[in-house]
Nanobody, 123 residues
Framework: VQLQASGGGLVQAGGSLRLSCVAS????????MGWFRQAPGKEREFVAA????????IYADSVKGRFAISRDNTKNTVYLQMNSLKPEDTAVYHC?????????????????WGQGTQVTVSS
C-alpha cells in the first residue's frame, strides 16, 4: 500500500488547510487510518485517527476542536481539515494505515508511511 499526502502549504495563524491522503489500493478502505506530524528536531506525534466506517474518531488534545478527520472510501482518500491553525502546528504531516484493528495512537502501531506534506503556519 502506498499513501500520498498532499494539501500542505504556508498559511497565517488562524487560517485553514485541508490535507488529503490517497491510497494506491482500494483495500485501504477496510483499515483504520491515522494522521501524524513531525516537527524539526521532534518525534513523530499522533494527530488524529478514523475507523474504516468513520463511526469512530480520536484526536490529540492539542488539535481537538480545531481539526477534523474524515474519509471517502469510494475515493480511497482520508482528509484532515485543519482550522484555527497555530504556529505550533508547523510540521510535516503524514498519513498511515493501522496495522491491527483497534484504535491506536502510537506511530509503532501504524505502517505504510508515505511521504508527508509540509504545513507551515506563520505568526
Amino acid at each position: 500500500v502506498q499513501l500520498q499526502a498532499s494539501g500542505g502549504g504556508l498559511v497565517q495563524a488562524g487560517g485553514s488547510l485541508r490535507l488529503s491522503c490517497v491510497a494506491s489500493v482500494r483495500t485501504v478502505s477496510s483499515f483504520l487510518m491515522g494522521w501524524f506530524r513531525q516537527a524539526p528536531g521532534k518525534e513523530r506525534e499522533f494527530v488524529a485517527a478514523i475507523s474504516w466506517s468513520s463511526d469512530s474518531t480520536i484526536y490529540a488534545d492539542s488539535v481537538k476542536g480545531r481539526f477534523a478527520i474524515s474519509r471517502d472510501n469510494t475515493k480511497n482518500t482520508v482528509y484532515l481539515q485543519m482550522n484555527s491553525l497555530k504556529p505550533e502546528d508547523t510540521a510535516v504531516y503524514h498519513c498511515a494505515r493501522r496495522v491491527g484493528w483497534s484504535m491506536a495512537t502510537s506511530p509503532a502501531d501504524f505502517g505504510s508511511w508515505g511521504q508527508g506534506t509540509q504545513v507551515t503556519v506563520s505568526s
